[in-house]
């Protein structure tokens, strides 16, 4: 079980309310809003990590380029750079999984 996956299950362990914080804690290292893909709904959305919580839910539908390679919140957490788009293309979990 790599870094990644333990924080998962220390996700799935939590309580909701506990689970709710830790998320928005590490929404404020997510670099996210400063990719092309990124755009004016998912900001007023207030969608991030899609590397964790999974693709956007009706924002981000063109592809514009990618910073997921280049993301520091990815490699803090474990998540690694073996995936991209996950805004369009869903959450790195789910890359694994397939």
């Known amino acids: 079980m790599d870094k990644f996956e333990e924080m998962l299950n220390e ?3 939590m309580s909701e309310e ?7 804690t590490m929404k404020k290292d997510c670099m996210c ?3 092309p893909s990124y755009n004016e709904c998912a ?3 207030e969608e991030l990590l899609f590397c964790v919580v ?10 514009r380029g990618c910073m997921c390679p280049t993301c520091p919140f990815a490699h803090e957490y474990g998540i690694g750079v073996k995936y991209n788009l996950y805004c369009t293309r869903d959450c790195e979990i789910r890359h ?3």
Not at 18 to 24: A, E, G, I, S, Y
Not at 54 to 63: F, M, P, V
């Open 96 to 98: 694994r999984s397939k």
């Open 18 to 24: 506990d689970k709710n914080k830790l998320l928005d």
């Open 43 to 45: 900001k007023e959305a």
């Open 54 to 63: 999974g693709k956007s839910k009706n924002c981000i539908t063109k592809e």
């Open 33 to 35: 809003p400063i990719c």
């Open 11 to 13: 996700l799935e362990e």
